[in-house]
């Protein structure tokens, strides 16, 4: 953490912008020959935006939370601080991504009964052959892979984050490591019925789609390797058992009885536009642009799920997409002298 | 991308979702069957019209359906139990499933075979005890494919076809279901 809060304060004193810290944008609005930013401290008039808010600012919950009886405490992981503020008892994540799985965790080894509610997810060991899977996804060139490459665009963008954490130990945390330690898996929350929450039969069928998904990552590594003569700086090849799928799997849950005392709802997050007073957005509320330029003059974005390559979303990822995105914004700025 | 021929017109599917996405009023059918008792647990039940794409539409042919119970449950056995419909319309959906997807993929089939196994505790629907639910304990499904792919490939479409499947979505998912009187 303190790495990272460097790197941006060398970052700001390097390039020298004006950096206006505790300031809320308002709102953002055309004008003829630019924007009118509002803040909450004083206003802006610029000829470009960029936009860099980034993809997680409010938490995603599914309409189904309104039918959870009120007995039951909810909370979304931007309310949740750690186990020790929660009512007693069991507790139900919703979600098995990186959040979840993460929450998941922490809360069973604080002692608690808890059960995770799985939907698609993303399958990652969190080391392989020796190295950091991430050092793979980079080092494969997978990280580079271009928006305008991949088959399926919208769905590489809502590819749900991995089920990885950062610990000293670099423990991989798949449902097979929640498993045993005694997480137990119900399927996606599909509805609320009677005061029961009903989840899905398909579990089964999401599992082996991850379990395959991962297969093919690994596969694409050890075609890497070979291709490029690197078998000889890395372990030897691995496969990781699937994942366990338990003998009986809960199809509902009485939420009344007394069982579950907190929902932790990991399923998602999504950007906060109701700043932007441009028309910009489409109709799921996502933000149109090709690779970062929005359809809007002057209006660019950046840090979105796969905005130019997958990486776009890391630190490190940004470097390229920015670029690429301020080479439009000096050509804009050329051509509207 | 082409040269594999399943029968499936994917090109079709692909202009289809393309086309629906902008258009989510087109992409409302409803799905029709009619009934009739006919004897004892005995009833007929035809298919023939439904709606989508904004219209009316019909199946070439009307299709008709007996249901009856087998002897043991001592009926006439005019034809197979509702619940084993179910099983004809999950087997007959990943089917379908395996073939788009192969086809998408590029995956040339020789042939596609299942067994679908619906267990039934039927202490439910008779009451004799009422822990027992009236629906299916478990459904198994396997499938046995000859094509040409790789075993992760082939586990790959099947897995696939369950993700894509209406009938598996209908029977692992709870569904809002209105019976009324007319």
Same mark, same amino acid.
């Given at each position: 953490?303190?790495?990272?809060?460097?790197?941006?304060?060398?970052?700001?004193?390097?390039?020298?912008?004006?950096?206006?810290?505790?300031?809320?944008? @308002?709102?953002? !609005?055309? %004008?003829? /020959?630019?924007?009118?930013? $509002?803040?909450? +401290?004083? =206003?802006?008039?610029? #000829?470009?935006?960029?936009?860099?808010?980034?993809?997680?600012?409010?938490?995603?919950?599914?309409?189904?939370?309104?039918?959870?009886?009120?007995?039951?405490?909810?909370?979304?992981?931007?309310?949740?601080?750690?186990?020790?503020?929660?009512?007693?008892?069991?507790?139900?994540?919703?979600?098995?991504?990186?959040?979840?799985?993460?929450?998941?965790?922490?809360?069973?080894?604080?002692?608690?009964?808890?059960?995770?509610?799985?939907?698609?997810?993303?399958?990652?060991?969190?080391?392989?052959?020796?190295?950091?899977?991430?050092?793979?996804?980079?080092?494969?060139?997978?990280?580079?892979?271009?928006?305008?490459?991949?088959?399926?665009?919208?769905?590489?963008?809502?590819?749900?984050?991995?089920?990885?954490?950062? @610990?000293?130990? !670099?423990? %991989?945390? /798949?449902?097979?490591?929640? $498993?045993?330690? +005694?997480? =137990?898996?119900?399927? #996606?929350?599909?509805?609320?019925?009677?005061?029961?929450?009903?989840?899905?039969?398909?579990?089964?069928?999401?599992?082996?789609?991850?379990?395959?998904?991962?297969?093919?990552?690994?596969?694409?590594?050890?075609?890497?390797?070979?291709?490029?003569?690197?078998?000889?700086?890395?372990?030897?090849?691995?496969?990781?058992?699937?994942?366990?799928?338990?003998?009986?799997?809960?199809?509902?849950?009485?939420?009344?009885?007394?069982?579950?005392?907190?929902?932790?709802?990991?399923?998602?997050?999504?950007?906060?536009?109701?700043?932007?007073?441009?028309?910009?957005?489409?109709?799921?509320?996502?933000?149109?642009?090709?690779?970062?330029?929005?359809?809007?003059?002057?209006?660019?974005?950046?840090?979105?799920?796969?905005?130019?390559?997958?990486?776009? %979303?890391?630190?490190?990822?940004?470097?390229?997409?920015?670029?690429?995105?301020?080479?439009?914004?000096?050509?804009?700025?050329?051509?509207?002298? | 991308?082409?040269?594999?021929?399943?029968?499936?017109?994917?090109?079709?599917?692909?202009?289809?979702?393309?086309?629906?996405?902008?258009?989510?009023?087109?992409?409302?059918?409803?799905?029709?069957?009619?009934?009739?008792?006919?004897?004892?647990?005995?009833?007929?039940?035809?298919?023939?019209?439904?709606?989508?794409?904004?219209?009316?539409?019909?199946?070439?042919?009307?299709?008709?359906?007996?249901?009856?119970?087998?002897?043991?449950?001592?009926?006439?056995?005019?034809?197979?139990?509702?619940?084993?419909?179910?099983?004809?319309?999950?087997?007959?959906?990943?089917?379908?499933?395996?073939?788009?997807?192969?086809?998408?993929?590029?995956?040339?089939?020789?042939?596609?075979?299942?067994?679908?196994?619906?267990?039934?505790?039927?202490?439910?629907?008779?009451?004799?005890?009422?822990?027992?639910?009236?629906?299916?304990?478990?459904?198994?499904?396997?499938?046995?494919?000859?094509?040409?792919?790789?075993?992760?490939?082939?586990?790959?479409?099947?897995?696939?076809?369950?993700?894509?499947?209406?009938?598996?979505?209908?029977?692992?998912?709870?569904?809002?279901?209105?019976?009324?009187?007319?």
């Amino acid at each position: 953490m303190a790495e990272v809060t460097e790197f941006i304060e060398r970052f700001a004193k390097v390039t020298g912008a004006p950096v206006r810290t505790g300031t809320n944008v @308002t709102s953002l !609005r055309p %004008t003829d /020959d630019g924007y009118h930013v $509002t803040t909450g +401290g004083g =206003e802006i008039r610029c #000829r470009t935006v960029v936009i860099a808010s980034g993809a997680c600012n409010r938490p995603t919950v599914p309409r189904l939370a309104a039918a959870v009886p009120a007995s039951i405490r909810q909370l979304t992981p931007f309310d949740y601080r750690g186990p020790t503020e929660l009512p007693d008892g069991g507790v139900l994540v919703v979600g098995a991504s990186a959040t979840g799985v993460q929450l998941a965790a922490e809360l069973r080894r604080s002692g608690r009964p808890v059960t995770i509610s799985v939907g698609e997810q993303v399958r990652m060991p969190r080391t392989y052959r020796g190295r950091d899977v991430l050092w793979w996804m980079d080092a494969s060139g997978l990280w580079d892979q271009r928006y305008d490459r991949i088959d399926d665009l919208e769905r590489a963008r809502r590819l749900p984050s991995p089920q990885l954490v950062g @610990t000293p130990e !670099r423990a %991989t945390l /798949d449902l097979n490591a929640l $498993t045993a330690m +005694g997480v =137990e898996p119900v399927g #996606r929350w599909a509805a609320v019925r009677d005061g029961r929450a009903l989840f899905s039969g398909g579990l089964r069928n999401v599992f082996s789609l991850a379990d395959l998904k991962m297969e093919r990552l690994l596969d694409t590594f050890d075609a890497w390797a070979r291709r490029n003569g690197r078998d000889a700086d890395v372990a030897p090849s691995e496969r990781f058992p699937p994942t366990r799928v338990p003998a009986s799997t809960r199809l509902q849950l009485d939420l009344r009885s007394g069982e579950i005392a907190t929902i932790v709802w990991a399923t998602g997050f999504r950007p906060d536009y109701r700043w932007l007073d441009v028309p910009v957005l489409d109709e799921k509320g996502r933000l149109r642009h090709e690779g970062g330029v929005v359809d809007g003059p002057g209006l660019y974005a950046l840090g979105l799920p796969v905005l130019r390559r997958r990486k776009s %979303t890391f630190i490190y990822g940004i470097e390229d997409d920015a670029r690429e995105v301020v080479d439009h914004l000096a050509g804009h700025l050329a051509a509207h002298r | 991308m082409t040269t594999v021929a399943n029968g499936v017109n994917v090109q079709a599917l692909l202009e289809a979702r393309d086309a629906l996405k902008g258009a989510p009023e087109a992409a409302q059918f409803t799905w029709r069957a009619s009934s009739k008792w006919q004897n004892g647990v005995h009833s007929t039940t035809t298919v023939r019209d439904f709606f989508g794409l904004g219209q009316e539409q019909s199946h070439k042919a009307e299709s008709v359906f007996e249901a009856d119970h087998p002897a043991v449950f001592a009926a006439e056995d005019n034809g197979i139990t509702p619940i084993e419909y179910l099983l004809v319309g999950l087997a007959a959906c990943l089917t379908a499933g395996v073939a788009s997807v192969a086809q998408n993929r590029g995956i040339q089939l020789r042939s596609v075979e299942s067994t679908v196994e619906g267990r039934h505790d039927i202490r439910g629907i008779l009451g004799a005890d009422s822990d027992v639910r009236n629906g299916f304990t478990d459904v198994k499904v396997t499938f046995t494919i000859d094509a040409d792919a790789s075993r992760q490939e082939i586990e790959a479409l099947v897995a696939q076809s369950q993700k894509r499947s209406a009938v598996f979505d209908a029977l692992t998912n709870p569904t809002d279901v209105t019976v009324d009187v007319a």
